[in-house]
C-alpha cells in the first residue's frame, strides 16, 4: 500500500541505514501492539519514537523513568479547582498517541504496572472514573541492556504486553558518516512532515488484519508456541497471547512486504521478535547463556514449516535477535 511505503520513507530519513527497525516499528502501530527497544543509549531510539509520531501527524510524549516516578505522574490525577469548587482532572502524559516510555525499567514495579492498564486495555481510571486513551495509541518503551545498578527488572506480565522487543544496534561507518552529514545544519526531525492521518492508521490496521491466514500456517504458530512451553530449558513458555501476537504481527509483516497472505516465512521472520522476551528460561540455562530467543531458534529449526500456495518457507531471519 502506498501509504505504508510512504511511512517507511518518511522515517528512513532520520533512521539513516536501518530499514529492517524502519518496517518493525511499524508492525506493532498496524496491530495496535506496543514496542520494547533494549539497546544501549545514543543509537536512536527517541529519534525513532518521535519520528514515527510526526509521520501519523499524532501527539508525542516522552517520560523518563526514574524511582522516584508515581503512578499518577502517568495516568494524571484529580487537582481541587477553588474557583469552581470542585476537583478537576488532569489528564497525564499517557493521554498521547505515540508514549515514548524512557529507560522503563528504572521506575518501580508499583509504577510499572500503572502501564499495563493503558497498554492492555487503552484506558485510565482514576478516582473511579474510567477515561479512554486515543484509539490511535502506542507506547515504545525503552531498557539499557548494560547497566544493572538502580534498575527494576520487568516482569512477565508486564513483558507479555509488548508486541515485539527489538534492537536498533550501532550505525555501520559509511551510515554514521551519513548522520553526521544530514545534521550538520539542523537535525531532520525537525523538517519532517506528516505522511498520514491518524485516520489513515485505522484502515490501514483494517487492511492488515484482512490479510489471509491459511490453516495450515494458524497450525504452524500454535504448534510453535505451544512447543515454548514443553522445552526442557524452559521455566514458562509463551502464553495464547504469543500466538495472538505472533499471527497478528505476521499478518501485518505480509502488508508491509506488499503480500495478500501469511506465508511462513513471514511467521519464522518474526517469531524471535514476538516470542523471544515471552520465553523464560530456567536458571541453569541462563547461566550458560541461553536466553528465549534462543529456544526459539531452536525450535524454528526442527519444527515442520508448512508450504503455502507455492510460497516460499526458507525462513529468512530478520536482523540480529536481541540477546
Not at 492498564?117 to 472514573?129: F, I
Not at 552529514?181 to 525537525?190: A, I, K, N, W, Y
Not at 526442557?232 to 501476537?245: D, H, I, M, N, Y
Request: glycine content about 6%; hydrophobic content about 45%.
Amino acid at each position: 500500500m502506498e501509504a505504508l511505503a510512504e511511512l517507511e520513507r518518511n522515517l528512513s530519513r532520520v533512521i539513516v541505514g536501518k530499514p529492517e527497525v524502519v518496517r518493525l516499528a511499524l508492525v506493532p502501530l498496524l496491530c495496535r501492539g506496543h514496542l520494547l527497544i533494549e539497546d544501549v543509549p545514543g543509537v536512536g531510539k527517541t529519534t525513532l519514537a518521535r519520528a514515527l509520531a510526526r509521520s501519523i501527524h499524532g501527539d508525542f510524549r516522552r517520560i523518563q523513568f526514574t524511582p522516584d516516578l508515581l503512578p499518577l505522574d502517568l495516568t494524571g490525577s484529580s487537582i481541587y479547582n477553588q474557583q469552581a469548587n470542585a476537583f478537576e482532572f488532569q489528564a497525564g502524559p499517557v493521554f498521547t498517541n505515540v508514549l515514548l516510555a524512557d529507560e522503563v525499567n528504572r521506575a518501580t514495579p508499583r509504577t510499572q504496572s500503572a502501564l499495563l492498564e493503558c497498554m492492555e486495555e487503552r484506558q485510565v481510571t482514576v478516582d473511579g472514573v474510567t477515561r479512554p486513551l486515543p484509539a490511535v495509541f502506542c507506547v515504545i518503551a525503552t531498557q539499557n541492556p548494560v547497566e544493572q545498578v538502580g534498575t527494576f527488572e520487568l516482569p512477565e506480565t508486564q513483558l507479555d504486553r509488548f508486541l515485539l522487543r527489538i534492537q536498533m544496534g550501532y550505525p555501520s561507518e559509511a551510515d554514521e558518516v551519513a548522520i553526521f552529514d544530514r545534521q550538520r545544519e539542523g537535525h531532520p526531525l525537525t523538517k519532517l512532515g506528516p505522511v498520514v492521518e491518524p485516520a489513515q492508521v485505522e484502515e490501514l490496521r483494517a487492511a492488515a488484519s484482512a490479510i489471509h491466514l491459511e490453516e495450515a500456517v494458524k497450525e504452524y504458530a500454535v504448534r510453535l508456541v505451544r512447543a515454548t512451553r514443553e522445552h526442557a530449558e524452559v521455566a514458562l513458555g509463551a502464553s495464547p497471547r504469543g500466538t495472538l501476537a505472533l499471527l497478528r504481527a505476521s499478518q501485518a509483516w505480509a502488508l508491509l512486504e506488499g503480500e495478500r497472505f501469511v506465508a511462513p516465512d513471514h511467521v519464522k521472520a518474526l517469531a524471535p521478535r514476538v516470542l523471544g522476551h515471552r520465553v523464560i528460561v530456567k536458571p541453569q540455562a541462563a547461566l550458560r547463556g541461553i536466553a528465549g530467543e534462543d529456544v526459539v531458534d531452536e525450535l524454528l529449526g526442527r519444527i515442520e514449516v508448512p508450504v503455502s500456495d507455492g510460497a516460499p518457507a526458507s525462513g529468512k531471519r530478520i536482523g540480529k535477535p536481541v540477546s
